[in-house]
């Protein structure tokens, strides 16, 4: 199984200011199947990112996805009010799927 | 749009069965999606139970497998989980989500709360 680990746990930012979240795997993601979701308190995790930097349908630009391998990295450019939320990534090259604990962006 | 809406009791005692049901609209169940059940924990992160495929085909988290059957109903449009054996442990919102990575498409229920108590 392929362990995801999410950093940091919590992240403390203001609207305006960049995002960087990273998750790193255990073991090499097979063709780099790798997404991100965005979830809000009593809502549905939301796609962002497939494929490690495919944006989903109707995400903004704002939202961008890098790395290979082990290594994978989820950049909001400028934060706005609607981005403060958890983030997790989610493996789905290998079986069991899995998904990293989660990042809280919060508002400073 | 493809929307899925789980449902199924809210309440399970202990050892019991928990059964939900995933209502597909919008799209065909027998299209290119693998249908799948995520769980969270109140307060935790999401958990992958598993999949099935249109054809019947399944996977299933190793961690839950002794306890897992993900089936589908084409005639009805719906996927269905059962988790027997349950435990205080697998109180959590129950997610019914359907994808197509290839396109870029992942579709999810609303989620239902299913507690797991006397």
């Known amino acids: 199984e392929i362990v995801l680990t999410q950093s940091p746990g919590t992240l403390s930012l203001s609207p305006g200011e960049r995002a960087t979240l990273s998750c790193r795997a255990s073991q090499s993601v097979n063709s780099n199947y790798l997404a991100w979701y965005q979830q809000k308190p009593g809502q549905a995790p939301r796609l962002l990112i497939y494929g490690a930097s495919n944006r989903a349908t109707g995400i903004p630009d704002r939202f961008s996805g890098s790395g290979s391998g082990t290594d994978f990295t989820l950049t909001i450019s400028r934060l706005e009010p609607e981005d403060f939320a958890v983030y997790y990534c989610?493996?789905?090259?290998?079986?069991?799927?899995?998904f990293g604990q989660g990042t809280k962006v919060e508002i400073k | 749009q493809v929307q899925l809406q789980e449902s199924g009791p809210g309440l399970v005692k202990p050892s019991e069965t928990l059964s939900l049901t995933c209502a597909v609209s919008?799209?065909?169940?027998?299209?290119?999606?693998?249908w799948s059940w995520v769980r969270q924990p109140p307060g935790k992160g999401l958990e992958w139970i598993g999949e099935i495929y249109h054809s019947g085909s399944t996977n299933y988290n190793p961690s839950l497998k002794s306890r897992v059957t993900i089936s589908i109903d084409k005639s009805k449009n719906q996927f269905s989980l059962k988790l027997n054996s349950v435990t205080a442990a697998d109180t959590a919102v129950f997610y019914c989500?359907?994808?197509?990575?290839?396109?870029?498409?992942?579709?999810w229920g609303q989620g239902i709360l299913v507690t797991v108590s006397p």
């Open positions: 919008g799209g065909s169940i027998s299209s290119n999606n693998w």
């Open positions: 989610q493996q789905y090259g290998s079986l069991p799927r899995t």
């Open positions: 989500a359907g994808d197509d990575f290839q396109s870029g498409k992942v579709f």
